[in-house]
DNA sequence: TTATCACTGCCTACTAGTAGGTAGGTTGCA
DNA sequence: TGCAACCTACCTACTAGTAGGCAGTGATAA
């Protein structure tokens, strides 16, 4: 079979890039820098910057999706999932050398520039998103732990989205603190 | 002295072509074949990007906040001022050829990729954003319009990101409908 | 009235560097 | 022997930015 170890290691240095700089700005000369292989032989795995791309946002969603459901399944009550979830988010900001974003909110502003399967892979990855955190939402409302009007999939889809841009306007402005304030505060809202 | 037509169209499809694209997507060339101008010469009028970014940045901010101080002056009750806020936002999501995002919330997803100008224009329009809010939600406070746990200025934060967000995620999937789904649910939240 | 001057705006032509991608060869393992 | 992984060497297209020229304008002065 194939060596894993250099796919891997070319998948998380694009990863760990895009997570920083963007898409746009990461290139396979910087990855073949990171990784210690040459440009073309980047191109020997992935053909292309979208099958790259393509493959990372799988890998990415398995993940990330992979964490959500394991606090899901987890012995806690909704508000901590939620929190949990929302710390999942906060984890990538801190992570490394710091003011990294989640890679599917830096494709997102981005999208337009990409190919069209980077899109879908974006559209599954806030869709699947949005139902497990309506999942923990219908949980909160049956226990009588979050008391909200409207309906928790438009909640959801809120929470989604303010976390996002929570996110990319954290690294510009206030860092982690800011995140985590606004995440208190958005508990704050449900009860 | 100087005619400011062609360094208005060159900041307009600047504008345009980041808004839509993202700024390492946008080129000098980009600019040139929407303005009828060659690329040299755009360079007479910003030398570099990191000047036509930084002049960018403070002509959207002056425009976008002297439509929010026309809000804030009028005669509305402030849930109306925080929707027409919203509108805003909404108005550039639907305009032109569509899709396209805040500018400075497309340039929050690139700030590394960026000049520090650039940064420090990014951080006073996210504040001087807030700061109104924050009246806005002051005033609704003291009006019973609004009834919320917590401080107004972290709202008020927390309302900014969620439109950032929104709106950079509605472009790949759901567009104005799903946009004015979520500002319509955060109203909720605040009642 | 006309010659000279500086200046603005735009041009052509160029630079060095980087982008994604390809052709074809070498190495080492099953 | 065949194939995967990697290499060198290259391609074309595009990037930001520069040098230098030229036409038009408006002020100055003989």
Redesign the interface.
């Known amino acids: 079979m194939t060596q894993p170890d250099t796919k891997t290691a070319i998948l998380d240095a694009a990863q760990d890039l895009i997570q ?3 898409a ?2 990461m290139s396979y000369q910087h990855i073949s820098e990171v990784v210690g292989i040459r440009k073309a032989s980047i191109h020997h795995h992935f053909p292309s910057k979208e099958t790259l791309l393509k493959e990372l946002i799988d890998r990415y969603s398995r993940q990330f999706l992979g964490l959500v459901d394991d606090i899901i399944a987890s012995d806690v009550g909704p508000a901590t999932k939620l929190r949990r979830y929302a710390s999942l988010f906060e984890a990538t900001l801190s992570e490394g050398r710091q ?1 990294k ?1 989640c890679l599917c ?2 494709l ?6 990409l190919g069209r399967g980077a ?1 879908a892979g ?2 599954r990855f ?2 699947e998103n949005e139902r497990r955190l309506t999942l923990i939402l219908e949980e909160g409302q049956r226990r009588r732990e979050f008391r ?4 928790p999939r ?2 959801a ?2 929470i ?7 996110m ?2 954290a ?3 206030g860092g982690v603190k ?1 995140f985590r ?2 995440t208190e ?2 508990m ?4």
Chains 1, 2 share one sequence.
Not at 148 to 151: A, L, P, V, Y
């Open positions: 920083r700089v963007g746009n700005a003011n974003a909110g830096m997102s502003a981005e999208v337009e520039a899109a974006l559209r806030y869709r909200f009007e409207g309906e438009t909640i889809a809120l989604f989205q303010l976390l996002e841009g929570s990319l306007i690294r510009a402005d800011r304030a606004v505060q958005m704050k809202l449900l009860r």
